[in-house]
């Protein structure tokens, strides 16, 4: 039955106000639901070692909350009358009143032995579970009660949704362009809360308007429910681009750092696909959103194959989150194609969050499971070509056999190269494949099977060459780890950063190992170990593992301890096998699991006369171990008249900005070396930064006659604290 669009007045509230009223309620709790997003996450993060994994955990635990929330609207819409569903959702939005501030209960710590997934979804769940369930049943629930209401074009209702994503795409920007680097979490959270508190007074006037409107308007009729073909469409297509926005994130933020920003722009762009096409006039061409999608599925295509492309700089992370926005926008435009009418509205928005949170699913709790590396973002590249090309025609086998013949001519440069090795330069093989499965897979473009098998082809052969010598791979919640041998070397990576390398003729049993790269005798590290100092130390202290290679320069009668919060590290480091460093070295000195500021803060007697901070995991950037709090705590773990030393070698950040600023504050005498910048080192030896401080310059004495050594100044900026740090302010 269709409704009709004759209202009456609505006391206090005029027709022509009444879409008004609904679009800022259902905007104020978009923003509120998105802006909580990276709020708490920013909470928790420090709680469980600064990795990347919290953010894709974080988006499984809000998109399964998102489901129990779209269920929530469906059945109280469909079995509740207006009224009762107003009292209800007032009385769950004044429940989760109790829950603000947000903050982490009391007492809550880290627990190694634990899984960490669970200990992250938990924190969510008793931190933000209640104020972040009310917010997300808000969407559907609320345009439920706009097509009720009498107001304009209330039979078709999904323009809100536009307005909904508009709301979660200013609020997730604006949390780490303008919130954060103004105000600390804890003024941030006070706002958050404000505005929560503000939102009932609009959910009270919209359910209001949604009861006077339904007192003159007919129920409507039932409706027949989807078929399951159309259900599973609906969660294939929701279900693709949640899995690339969290692979993409996971593999920009291992790399670049785990912060606000890196967690909102994919996001942000997976919202904005909404906005752009969830309209009967979507801003952008079906036929444009068409090619865009062979470019997108072309570039991460060739960026998950991993061919030359393990190196993340700036200009691929562009093109990454690039490539994901031409996926899920017509990914989004072909759900919106498939919407129901207003009758399943509810229904369309469980399934959409059921697929979504089926990604979250996926790439946080089966693949790291299942795959020692990230191939679910292999996997969802290869749906995606095979989705996304289809035209609605039955897949026949003459498809599948294009797709293969197009796969192996797109290769053919790379089965050159096997044949004959160095022949061809890798980057012109790489050049030619590129051109070849762009053209090969525009060829394709209309036939769904034959683009799935040319791009997984592609993804997978290249994956396996990019495998080369590698003789341990895994992954944990905290990275991947690739032990690989090349040129002599044996090198240990996490994510695209080296962290050891030890030479393959130091192997032999009874051979101490050489450290190398930034642990080379003659680097900054090196110097101050090897020091008059270093050598009379009596206690080391190591915060970050690697393979060790510090371990090396470890005197008789010395005391050592590392702290390491990644299990597998030191798994890889104490086996013989893959690396000698402490077997030879060190083997008796103990690794403290955990969270090394936890830790530390538990181990009240530890005192060390050199205490390293060596926990920058690829060039991430572990901000709560950066603070001036941390500081204060690494000061009293020293030894009267000990040296702190960072090791803060960075493609991205100048990390020395606010440690110089808390060590002013904090009244330490600190000193900085760029080890090897324009110098010509030889193999094995790198450039590093290195910053030492001690609580007078007499005891940096030994270095300051070494001119290498330069005074650390303050820059003058906001000191960096466990309630504020800005990572955007000291990027390059």
């Given at each position: 039955m269709t409704m009709t669009t004759d209202a009456r007045p609505i006391p206090g509230i005029g027709p022509k106000l009444v879409p008004i009223l609904f679009t800022a309620t259902i905007f104020l709790s978009a923003s509120l639901l998105f802006?909580?997003?990276?709020?708490?996450?920013?909470?928790?993060?420090?709680?469980?070692?600064?990795?990347?994994?919290?953010?894709?955990?974080?988006?499984?635990?809000?998109?399964?909350?998102?489901?129990?929330?779209?269920?929530?609207?469906?059945?109280?819409?469909?079995?509740?009358?207006?009224?009762?569903?107003?009292?209800?959702?007032?009385?769950?939005?004044?429940?989760?009143?109790?829950?603000?501030?947000?903050?982490?209960?009391a007492g809550w710590t880290y627990d190694p032995e634990q899984s960490t997934v669970l200990q992250t979804l938990g924190l969510f769940a008793f931190g933000v579970g209640?104020?972040?369930?009310?917010?997300?049943?808000?969407?559907?629930?609320?345009?439920?009660?706009?097509?009720?209401?009498?107001?304009?074009?209330?039979?078709?209702?999904?323009?809100?949704?536009?307005?909904?994503?508009?709301?979660?795409?200013?609020?997730?920007?604006?949390?780490?362009?303008?919130?954060?680097?103004?105000?600390?979490?804890?003024?941030?959270?006070?706002?958050?809360?404000?505005?929560?508190?503000?939102?009932?007074?609009?959910?009270?006037?919209?359910?209001?308007?949604?009861?006077?409107?339904?007192?003159?308007?007919?129920?409507?009729?039932?409706v027949a429910l989807p078929k399951v073909n159309q259900i599973g469409k609906w969660l294939l297509l929701a279900f693709i681009p949640s899995s690339l926005m969290l692979s993409v994130t996971t593999k920009i933020s291992t790399d670049i750092g785990s912060f606000p920003l890196v967690w909102v722009i994919p996001l942000a762009l997976y919202l904005l696909t909404f906005v752009l096409v969830f309209t009967n006039?979507?801003?952008?061409?079906?036929?444009?959103?068409?090619?865009?999608?062979?470019?997108?599925?072309?570039?991460?295509?060739?960026?998950?194959?991993?061919?030359?492309?393990?190196?993340?700089?700036?200009?691929?992370?562009?093109?990454?989150?690039?490539?994901?926005?031409?996926?899920?926008?017509?990914?989004?435009?072909?759900?919106?194609?498939?919407?129901?009418?207003?009758?399943?509205?509810?229904?369309?928005?469980?399934?959409?969050?059921?697929?979504?949170?089926?990604?979250?699913?996926?790439?946080?709790?089966?693949?790291?499971?299942?795959?020692?590396?990230?191939?679910?973002?292999?996997?969802?590249?290869?749906?995606?070509?095979?989705?996304?090309?289809?035209?609605?025609?039955?897949?026949?086998?003459?498809?599948?056999?294009?797709?293969?013949?197009?796969?192996?001519?797109?290769?053919?440069?790379?089965?050159?190269?096997?044949?004959?090795?160095?022949?061809?330069?890798?980057?012109?093989?790489?050049?030619?494949?590129?051109?070849?499965?762009?053209?090969?897979?525009t060829l394709v473009r209309s036939t769904g099977l034959s683009a799935m098998i040319l791009t997984g082809m592609v993804v997978i052969f290249g994956a396996h060459i990019a495998e080369g010598n590698a003789i341990f791979r895994d992954r944990s919640f905290f990275g991947t780890h690739r032990v690989a041998d090349e040129g002599?070397?044996?090198?240990?990576?996490?994510?695209?950063?080296?962290?050891?390398?030890?030479?393959?003729?130091?192997?032999?049993?009874?051979?101490?190992?050489?450290?190398?790269?930034?642990?080379?005798?003659?680097?900054?590290?090196?110097?101050?170990?090897?020091?008059?100092?270093?050598?009379?130390?009596?206690?080391?202290?190591?915060?970050?593992?690697?393979?060790?290679?510090?371990?090396?320069?470890?005197?008789?009668?010395?005391?050592?301890?590392?702290?390491?919060?990644?299990?597998?590290?030191?798994?890889?480091?104490?086996?013989?096998?893959?690396?000698?460093?402490?077997?030879?070295?060190?083997?008796?000195?103990?690794?403290?699991?955990?969270?090394?500021?936890?830790v530390l803060e538990g181990q009240a007697e530890a005192r060390y006369d050199v205490l390293v901070i060596d926990a920058y995991s690829s060039d991430a950037v572990p901000v709560h171990l950066t603070t001036i709090e941390a500081l204060e705590l690494y000061r009293e773990r020293l030894n009267p008249g000990g040296i702190l030393m960072f090791h803060i070698s960075n493609r991205y950040y100048e990390i020395e900005r606010p440690l110089s600023r808390s060590a002013e504050a904090l009244g330490l005498a600190a000193r900085i070396q760029n080890y090897g910048q324009h110098m010509d080192l030889e193999e094995g030896n790198s450039p590093s930064l290195v910053v030492v401080m001690a609580e007078d310059d007499a005891t940096l004495a030994g270095l300051a006659e070494d001119d290498r050594w330069e005074v650390l100044t303050s820059d003058g900026g906001r000191i960096w604290t466990d309630d504020f740090a800005d990572l955007l302010s000291i990027m390059h």
């Open positions: 802006f909580v997003q990276p709020l708490f996450t920013k909470i928790v993060l420090p709680h469980i070692g600064g990795a990347p994994a919290v953010w894709t955990t974080a988006m499984l635990f809000f998109q399964t909350i998102l489901i129990a929330g779209y269920a929530y609207a469906h059945f109280s819409t469909r079995y509740l009358p207006v009224k009762g569903q107003m009292a209800l959702h007032l009385a769950l939005w004044a429940v989760a009143l109790f829950f603000l501030p947000l903050s982490i209960r209640v104020p972040f369930a009310v917010l997300s049943a808000n969407a559907p629930l609320i345009q439920s009660w706009y097509a009720r209401s009498g107001g304009p074009n209330a039979e078709d209702p999904y323009f809100l949704y536009g307005a909904s994503n508009l709301g979660s795409l200013i609020a997730l920007l604006a949390f780490p362009l303008a919130a954060e680097p103004l105000f600390g979490a804890t003024m941030i959270g006070w706002g958050w809360a404000a505005g929560f508190v503000a939102l009932g007074l609009f959910l009270l006037l919209s359910g209001l308007a949604a009861r006077d409107g339904a007192a003159i308007r007919p129920a409507p009729a039932k006039r979507p801003w952008i061409p079906r036929g444009v959103q068409t090619w865009l999608l062979i470019a997108g599925v072309f570039i991460l295509g060739m960026a998950m194959s991993e061919l030359p492309l393990s190196m993340l700089t700036i200009a691929m992370t562009v093109a990454l989150v690039v490539a994901f926005f031409f996926i899920a926008l017509k990914s989004h435009q072909m759900l919106y194609d498939a919407r129901p009418d207003h009758g399943n509205l509810t229904i369309f928005y469980v399934t959409m969050s059921v697929g979504g949170a089926l990604g979250g699913l996926f790439n946080s709790i089966i693949a790291p499971a299942l795959f020692n590396d990230l191939l679910e973002a292999r996997i969802a590249v290869i749906l995606a070509a095979a989705l996304f090309f289809v035209k609605g025609a039955v897949p026949q086998p003459k498809d599948g056999f294009k797709g293969l013949i197009l796969g192996l001519v797109t290769l053919a440069p790379m089965f050159f190269a096997a044949m004959r090795p160095g022949v061809l330069p890798l980057e012109m093989l790489v050049g030619m494949t590129a051109a070849l499965f762009l053209v090969t897979l002599g070397l044996r090198l240990y990576a996490n994510g695209t950063t080296v962290h050891g390398a030890q030479r393959l003729a130091d192997f032999t049993e009874g051979t101490r190992p050489t450290p190398l790269y930034y642990y080379h005798p003659e680097g900054p590290m090196a110097q101050v170990m090897t020091s008059d100092f270093g050598q009379a130390a009596q206690s080391i202290g190591i915060v970050g593992l690697g393979v060790g290679s510090l371990a090396c320069y470890a005197q008789p009668g010395q005391s050592w301890a590392f702290y390491e919060i990644d299990a597998m590290v030191d798994r890889v480091a104490r086996d013989p096998s893959l690396f000698t460093f402490m077997s030879e070295c060190a083997g008796n000195a103990p690794t403290y699991l955990g969270d090394a500021r936890i």
